[in-house]
């Protein structure tokens, strides 16, 4: 058990620090090839957030676990938008652009409502299982590759309407030889912490007499989001908190498109034992999300609807201990 524990935090550790490094060392040798920062931020950076869930995904997929796999995604999505911005309007009380509440939290809902949909094949086609099959995962990377355009496209009438979008908060420069490094030690760190992690998660399922969806849906779902998580309160803190709206839809439409589709179209995913409970409350809670957004005070998740998202998430704990 104690062995578990520690390829368990070895294996965060690790992937942490190589998406740190991927991050810094892809930027630099982007920015010596004239990208502007706008654009890496876009993604590289917005890459980088999700490389950890990437990682655990497509290993755990690899490696015979699908359960590890979508329970990472799902528990991920659940903890961004029940904890993080929970606890973070609690913090500071959100105030959301009217843009943001028309275009990109709708966005996030429909993501959920795809993820859903495809998990009811049985019901709504006659499948034979609850699955993400390969053309489910193409389907999935095309809507990303919709979001990614719809991205820069924004991005374009920004930087238009406001030159000094462009700049951005910079980039931190390096040789190339030490970005190339950064780049490559980055997605060493990664597949290897990848496969760490997941071997410790999987051995204190088996210990504990738990199935790899409760592990993956609680502590590996936390263990990649506490980073964004205390990013987003810093910058609450500071009164940026767009910040943490950003990590939220980003991290949340990446999980599902790019890292469920690329894990699907590498290997189909069965979901096991992570149903539709599991899935009704991540539709939920991106439905709070957006009704929070406009109603009670105009587009602002106030401290009061922050405690009760952060509730929300105790309860489905709660609710998965005692169903077990």
């Known amino acids: 058990m104690l062995l578990n524990i520690f390829f368990l935090l070895l294996g965060l550790g690790l992937i942490l620090v190589g998406a740190n490094c991927l991050t810094d060392g892809a930027s630099a040798i982007a920015k010596r090839w004239g990208v502007s920062d706008l654009v890496i931020g876009l993604t590289v950076v917005a890459f980088g957030t999700s490389a950890p869930e990437l990682a655990i995904s497509l290993i755990s997929a690899l490696n015979g676990s699908a359960e590890m796999a979508i329970g990472n995604v799902v528990g991920s999505n659940i903890f961004n938008i029940l904890v993080i911005i929970g606890v973070t309007a609690m913090v500071v009380p959100i105030k959301i652009q009217r843009s943001i ?25 006659g499948a034979q299982s609850m699955a993400v099959s390969r053309v489910n995962g193409i389907l999935l990377l095309l809507f990303f590759l919709i979001f990614m355009r719809y991205t820069f496209s924004q991005a374009k009438d920004a930087s238009t309407e406001d030159p000094a979008a462009e700049s951005g908060a910079g980039v931190k420069a390096m040789p190339i030889w030490k970005a190339a490094l950064w780049v490559i030690g980055g997605l060493c760190a990664l597949i290897y912490g990848g496969d760490r992690f997941v071997a410790g998660a999987s051995g204190i399922a088996s210990a504990l007499g738990v199935s790899d969806a409760i592990i993956a849906l609680t502590i590996v779902a936390a263990g990649t989001s506490l980073p964004e998580l205390a990013t987003s309160v810093t910058a609450a803190m500071k009164g940026k908190t767009g910040i943490a709206l950003g990590n939220v839809i980003g991290s949340n439409i990446f999980n599902i498109f790019l890292v469920l589709g690329a894990t699907a179209t590498v290997r189909p995913l069965g979901f096991g034992n992570i149903g539709n409970p599991d899935l009704l409350v991540l539709t939920g809670a991106c439905l709070l999300f957006w009704i929070f957004g406009w109603f009670f005070k105009e587009r602002t998740i106030t401290r009061i609807e922050g405690a009760l998202l952060t509730l929300c998430y105790i309860g489905y704990v709660g609710y998965m201990i005692i169903a077990q």
């Open 101 to 125: 509440m028309t275009n990109e939290i709708p966005l996030v809902l429909l993501s959920a409502l795809a993820l859903l949909t495809i998990a009811n094949g049985p019901l709504l086609d």
